[in-house]
């Protein structure tokens, strides 16, 4: 046995049995399969006196100084020794300065554990550090291990309540099921008002994350604020103001800029309570809903530097998120999928919760990578986010599953996406729509649907207080432009695009003025005024080319090369007035002879974007075709439209 996992700690494979499915990646095992790993698998196999004769081989054969304390300490499973138990915690110390958190909450513990009985205050402080690290780490089962020790040591309620809220932590964005722990922290805390303030601060955060209530979340913040601010903890209470101003945001209620400024004031560094809490990230975060991007990149890219020095993984990855956005909204496809891509990957090798890397993932997909691409990591952050009660990601991934399905002319899959996303937002959405931009995608959606009194609903939702100058207003400036022509005022709708395509080149936004332009093109090239839609279409695919947004970019050299052919075809695209491009596709493969389920296939095949097409999307599109053409069956329909073949 110790023969045999020597020899794994030495040899094997970097990577085993994991495909490109971080989904899958992640579910198997939260940390990749590594030598070590494999060791550790051969040692934990055998039994008691097989482990620890195992360990001690192992502590001569690593070569690691870290790695062979760790093996001596595990070789000494029911002894306390001093000695050791320094080697051990000094060992964790380098581990946690080498920012592998996992491992320095391990050493942690066997450090902890030990010291002897006698030293009662040292063993505690290494259990509570345990724990922080297992936070940092998002080791749930070591967080516990190491709170279960500090509770039989009968702690103080601060030290007790510390180890709860390590716990909490170690959850990251998966807080549904922690309300009875922080209901446990609050009891504790009671007479403390630090702990009482560390508790209401993580109820805020999971009111945001699980319970998508930002009124909740709001109470609890400005209750962690006041708290903080009393005991005299500048670092907690910029944390709590920190909330409070992302929350006010959210809900525009109170003064958002004042509150995060006052945060900023207490001068407390980023790192200090972990960077996503700070406010200066929350200020680069306020940047990129501004789209103030020049700001936010400068801001982010401060924060990286201390993340790369300080930070723990999950401080990274999100940092890594916020600069894919700034470069989505900034047209830099290619920048943005490289920052998304180390996202995902430090997210699938830490074991992080993959519902907020897969939206980042998928939106940057949909800008520079490809449609189909953007769709599956949009279905991995769904059900990632769902199963974890992470209610936030889930309503971003189902926003973006309907934006793709909306761009790739699927728009019964837009609208399933959009209403579900609706009904889980209800009453809590955010009055700020600069912090939540899905539904002028929404309202696209239903009226390419022709479900105009429900996209007229949704315009009406429309915050009062929003600026209509803004690129936010300039979203829904296009929305409302596209009901507007449903509704016959064409001239009127074109003039609004206009509009709003001024705003997005002022504010630097190529991709939200390229959609503009070809949103105008296809509302031209409807009413057959084909000189403006190609000027249109021509404009869109210059700013796409440029940001080299490749599945749009195809999306309007399609529209061209269509536009092209109409001249040399009038009569045959008469016979198709009020047809969809999707639709007049069908309407071709059909009208020879496909069946729902082959002509299913052939439009997965023929898109530019790799769609995916179910056989009901077929039916469903079949049943508008014959409705606007006015006929009843498959040889009505190739009647009709030989009818009109130049």
Known sequence: MADRAAWACGTGPGLLGYGSDPWCRWRTCRRYWVPRALADGVVESAGQQERTDAHRSLAYAEADPVHAVRHRALSRPEATDPCLAEDTAEAAGRARADGERALSAELFVLAAELTPVNRPALRLSRFLTAAREAAAAGDSNLARRAANAVAASRPAPAEHVAALLAVVDSHSQALAGVAGLLERCRRLASSDPQSLAAVELRAAIRANVSNSDPHEALGAARKAAELAR????????????????????????????????????????????????????????????????????????????????????????????????????????????????????????????????????????????????????????????????????????????????????????????????????????PADPSVFRWQPDAIEALVAAGELTSAQNMILTFPATARQDSATGAGWTRARALLLDRAGETDRAVELLHAAAEVFRRDGLPLEEARTHLARGRIQRAHR?????????????????????????????????????????????????????????????????????????????????????????????LSRIYRKLRVRSRTQLLAALLAHTG
């Open 230 to 429: 009393s005991a005299g903890r500048p670092a907690l209470e910029a944390a709590s103001l920190t909330m409070r101003a992302r929350m006010e945001r959210v809900l525009n209620e109170g003064d958002s800029r004042a509150t995060l400024d006052r945060a900023l004031a207490l001068d407390v560094a980023a790192e200090a309570d972990g960077i996503a809490n700070s406010p200066q990230y929350l200020a680069a975060r306020h940047a990129i809903f501004d789209d103030r991007l020049a700001e936010a990149r400068s801001r982010l890219t401060v924060l990286l530097a201390v993340a790369e020095q300080h930070g723990q993984e999950e401080d990274l990855v999100d940092i890594w998120r916020s600069l894919a956005e700034v470069e989505v909204r900034s047209g830099a496809c290619a920048k943005a999928l490289a920052w998304a891509g180390k996202a995902l990957d430090a997210s699938v090798a830490a074991g992080l919760s993959l519902g907020p890397a897969c939206y980042t993932t998928a939106l940057a997909q949909s800008t520079g990578g490809s449609f189909a691409a953007a769709l599956r990591y949009a279905a991995y952050g769904e059900r990632a986010a769902r199963e974890e009660g992470d209610v936030l990601h889930r309503n971003r991934n189902l926003w973006m599953a309907g934006a793709v399905r909306l761009h790739t002319g699927d728009i019964n899959g837009a609208v399933t996406a959009f209403a579900l996303l609706d009904r889980t937002e209800d009453s809590r959405r």
């Open 529 to 621: 005024r084909q000189a403006a839609a190609r000027t249109a279409f021509q404009d869109a695919r210059d700013l796409y080319l440029l940001a080299r947004a490749q599945p749009m970019l195809a999306t309007v050299q399609e529209h061209l090369d269509r536009l092209d052919g109409q001249g040399r075809s009038r009569s045959r695209e008469e016979g198709r007035a009020g047809l969809t491009d999707s639709e007049a596709r069908l309407a071709d493969l059909v009208s020879r002879g496909a069946t729902n389920q082959q002509a299913a296939q052939q439009m997965y095949i023929q898109a530019a974007q790799q769609m995916y097409i179910s056989v009901k999307t077929v039916e469903s599109m």
